[in-house]
């Protein structure tokens, strides 16, 4: 069976090559009921790609540097 070109769905391996994660942490946020969203195809594991990049950007942590106002460096 030819694999489809297009496939919005990822399997377990090619999610963690897209999140750049290993499959251990994947399988063990999957187990904990965290991380990105999955389907079950019968037996198989997928993640849709809408759902990984919508995952990601809900873990985003914010700017590295506090706003100037908030510095310590600026207390007068």
């Given at each position: 069976?030819?694999?489809?070109?297009q496939s919005p769905?990822?399997t377990v391996?090619?999610?963690a090559e897209?999140?750049?994660m290993?499959?251990?942490t994947?399988?063990a946020?999957?187990?904990?009921?965290?991380?990105?969203?999955?389907?079950k195809?019968?037996a198989k594991?997928l993640?849709h790609?809408?759902?990984?990049?919508?995952w990601?950007?809900?873990q985003?942590?914010?700017?590295?540097?506090?706003p100037?106002?908030?510095r310590a460096?600026?207390?007068?």
């Amino acid at each position: 069976m030819a694999k489809a070109a297009q496939s919005p769905f990822l399997t377990v391996e090619e999610t963690a090559e897209y999140l750049r994660m290993k499959v251990s942490t994947l399988d063990a946020m999957r187990w904990r009921h965290e991380g990105p969203t999955f389907r079950k195809h019968g037996a198989k594991v997928l993640y849709h790609r809408d759902d990984l990049d919508l995952w990601s950007r809900s873990q985003h942590v914010g700017d590295t540097l506090a706003p100037a106002n908030d510095r310590a460096d600026n207390d007068q």
